[in-house]
C-alpha cells in the first residue's frame, strides 16, 4: 500500500539530509585546517578549500592513479607513498588518529612545505568502514621556529641571549644566554609577552608604544638599554628586535638579541674621560674647553649676552720644573688646580689647557659687556690673590703668583674658542712683559696688530738673505791711546720698502722663527771674509760677531764656525764671539764644553751685555773666557749714580785679576771714558762718542785704508 505521504517524508528526509550536509560541509570549512573525506575505495567525497591550498587537489583526484609531489623529508629525495598510507589505515581499520610528517614540495616554487597528515577511518554502527577522514595540518610556522631557533644558535655565540616571540608577542623560546642575563627561569619567560619583559625589565629613552610602532612601520629596531636583571643587578645592553614576516606579510615571530655592553660602556666612558680630562689635575683639558667655549658663544651670541674668559700662567712654573724636577712639579701644579678650584663658582669653566695655562670662562651671562669686565676684572684680582700663597709641596714650601690675559666675549669676529685663546694668550704674554700694579692684562686689537706686523716681519725676513737685504755694519773698538783694537759686527736689514730695520727690532722675530740659523750663518761667513780681508793689511785687528743663543745651541755650531773658518781662511785670533749670559743657564755642562773648544781652536769668547744677567762673575772665572762687555746701561749712569760705578769698578777688578779683556759699550762722552780709564787704562772703548756703527766700505776707508 502506497503511503500518499511517504514521498513528502522522502521529501522531508532528504531535505533534512542536505541541510546536515550543508551544515558539514560549513563546518569543514570553517576549520582552519585541511579536511578531505574519503570513500572506502578512496574517492575524495569532500574536500575543503584549506585542504586545497596545501595540497593540489580537488574531487576528481585519486591517490591510486594519480600522484603528488609528497616526501618524507625536507630536502625531497624520499618520496611519501600517499596511496599506500591511506589504503593501510583503511586495511587495519585505524580509528585512532594515525599522524605522519610530510613535505609538500611545489613544483613551481620548488619550496616544501611541512605537513602533518592526521588520518582515520570512520566507522558506521555496524561496524563498516564507512569513509577515511584525513586532516592536513601546516607545521611549516612550527618548523620555522625550530629552523630559526637552531640558527640563532648557530648564528650567534654564547654571549648574545636571545628570545623569540610568536605573533601574539608570547615567548616561546629563550636560549641559554638570556635565561641567565635576565635572571628568568625559561618556564617564566614563556608566561610573558616580549612587551611585558620590554616594559618591566627594560629601561630606555623611548616608549614601548613608540617603539612597537617602529618596529611595525621598520619591522626591525635595534639601540643601547638598560636591562634590569630579576636577580637585581642592571646592565648596559645592545639590543635588537626584529619581527619576521611570512610569506602573506603576515607578522609570524619577534625575535630580540640582546648583548651585554658594560664593560665596553665602561672602556668608553674611560677612553672620554681620558680624552677630555687632563690626568694630571683630574680639570678639564683643552679639548673639553674648546668645546664648552664654542657652546658658550653660541649661546652668549644667541641671548646677546657677555661672559669673561681669563687665561692664567703661572710665573715661575718652569724653574719649578727644571729646579726640583718634574714630580715636584706635577704635585704643584696638582695644587694651584685645588685652589683655582675652590676659587670659582661651581658653573664657571675651569680647564688646563697646556703645561701651567689655566683657564677660566664665567657664566654670568651679562647684558652689559663693561659690567662683564668690570666683574672679570675683580675675578682676576681674586684669583690672583688666591695664587699668590706660599703652597707645600713635598715638604716644601712653593710660592707661587701668576698672570692673567683676559677678555669678554663675544666680540667681533670672536665665534671661534681658538680665536678667543690666541688672544688671552696675547693678553698674559702682555702682562708677563709689562710691570703694571695689576697683574693682569686685558686683551686688546694693539696686541693682535702687533702679532700681524711680526708675521708679516717673519715673512719678509725668510728671503731677506737671498735677496741680500742683511748688511753688516761694524762699530770700532778703540784703547786707551785711540788706536783702533778692532770691530764689533752689527747687523742691518735693508727693507726694501721700510728701509733700514734695527737688529733690536728683527733679531728678537728671527730668533724666534728660528731664521736666526740661516741670518746668523750669512752673517759668519760675511765677518769671516771682509776680516781674512782686512787682517791682511792689519794682522792684529779683532772682529767680533754676535752669536744668539739659538745659534749657540745647535748641536752643529762648531762644526759649522770651523767650516767657515776653513773656508774664509781667516785666522780664529783674529775673531771674537760674543754670546751673553743666558747661554749658560740652560745647559751648563754643553756650554762649558763648547766653550772649551772654541777656545782651544783658537777663537776669542767674550760676554756680550754683561750685569744685566743673572750670572756671578765668580761663575766666569772658570770658563776661558777673553773679554767681558760692560753693558751701555751701567755706563750710562757714571759717574752720577754710585752704585753703577761701583758694579762697574768691581767688574774691571775682577777682569783684570783673570786677564779677560773689558769693553765698555755704549760710551758717549769724554767723561766716561776718563772715568773708565782711571779705573782701568786698558778698558776698550765701544761707542757713539768714537763711532757709529757704520758700512763695510765706509768702514775699511775710515779705518783700513785711511
Ligand atoms: P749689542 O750687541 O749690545 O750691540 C750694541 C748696540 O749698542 C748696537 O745696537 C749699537 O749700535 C748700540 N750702540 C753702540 N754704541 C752706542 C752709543 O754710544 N749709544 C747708543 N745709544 N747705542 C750704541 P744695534 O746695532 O741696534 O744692535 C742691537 C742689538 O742687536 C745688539 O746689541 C745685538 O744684541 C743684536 N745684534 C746686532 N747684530 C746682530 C747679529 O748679527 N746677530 C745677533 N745674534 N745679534 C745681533
Ligand atoms: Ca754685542
Ligand atoms: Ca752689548
Sequence with gaps: MDD?????????????????????????????????????????????????KLLPLDESFHPASQQIRLFKNRKATISFKFFNW??????????????????????????????????????????????????????????????????????????????????????????????????LSKNSLKEMTIMSWLEKYVKWDKDTQGLLKTILENRYWNGDVEIYSASSHSFNAAMSISMVLDSDHNVEFFIINIQDISEI?????????????????GLANRKLAIKKLSKLIEENIKNRQYNALLQINLDRF??????????????????????????????DILARIDGDEFIVATQDNEADPTIALEKAKALAIKILDTLDHNFLVDSLTLHCSARIGMLVFPNENDDQPEKLLEKT???????????????????????????????????????????????????????????????EALSRWNHPKKGLISPAEFIPVAEESRLILKIGNWVMVRVFELAKQWTQIKPELVFSINISPIQFHEADFIDHVISCMKETGVNPKNITLELTESVFISDKETALEKIQRLDHIGFKIAIDDFGTGYSSLSYFQKLPIHEIKIDKSFVDKIPASKEDTAIIESIIYLANTKNIKTVAEGVETQKQIDFIHKINSDTLIQGYFYSRPCDAESFEQLFIKP
Design 4 to 52: 500518499p505521504n511517504k514521498d513528502s517524508r522522502l521529501e522531508k528526509t532528504n531535505q533534512r539530509l542536505l541541510e546536515e550536509t550543508k551544515n558539514k560541509l560549513e563546518i569543514f570549512e570553517a576549520i582552519h585546517d585541511g579536511i578531505i573525506v574519503f570513500s572506502p575505495r578512496l574517492n575524495i567525497q569532500h574536500i575543503n578549500s584549506h585542504a586545497k
Design 86 to 183: 591511506l589504503n593501510s589505515i583503511l586495511e587495519k581499520r585505524i580509528s585512532k588518529p594515525k599522524e605522519i610528517m610530510v613535505w609538500y614540495s611545489d613544483p613551481r616554487t620548488l619550496k616544501a612545505t611541512p605537513l602533518l597528515f592526521s588520518g582515520k577511518v570512520l566507522l558506521s554502527k555496524k561496524g563498516r568502514v564507512k569513509q577515511l577522514l584525513l586532516v592536513v595540518y601546516d607545521r611549516s610556522i612550527y618548523s620555522k621556529a625550530t629552523e630559526q631557533k637552531r640558527l640563532m644558535q648557530a648564528a650567534f655565540n654564547s654571549f648574545s641571549g636571545q628570545v623569540i616571540a610568536n605573533e601574539k608577542g608570547f615567548i616561546i623560546e629563550a636560549n641559554d644566554s638570556f635565561i641567565s642575563m635576565s635572571g
Design 265 to 281: 660602556k665602561e672602556a668608553h666612558s674611560q677612553i672620554e674621560h681620558m680624552a677630555y680630562y687632563d690626568g694630571l689635575t
Design 318 to 347: 718652569k724653574a719649578i720644573n727644571d729646579s726640583l724636577g718634574r714630580f715636584t712639579g706635577n704635585r704643584f701644579l696638582k695644587r694651584i688646580a685645588i685652589a683655582l678650584r675652590s676659587s670659582l663658582r661651581e658653573d
Design 425 to 487: 694668550s696675547l693678553a698674559v704674554n702682555q702682562a708677563k712683559k709689562i710691570a703694571s700694579k695689576h697683574r693682569y692684562y686685558v686683551y686688546e686689537k694693539t696686541l693682535t696688530e702687533q702679532v700681524q706686523r711680526k708675521r708679516q716681519m717673519e715673512n719678509d725676513l725668510n728671503h731677506a738673505c737671498e735677496r741680500n737685504e742683511i748688511e753688516t755694519f761694524f762699530q770700532a773698538q778703540i784703547d786707551q791711546h785711540k788706536n783702533l783694537y778692532g770691530a
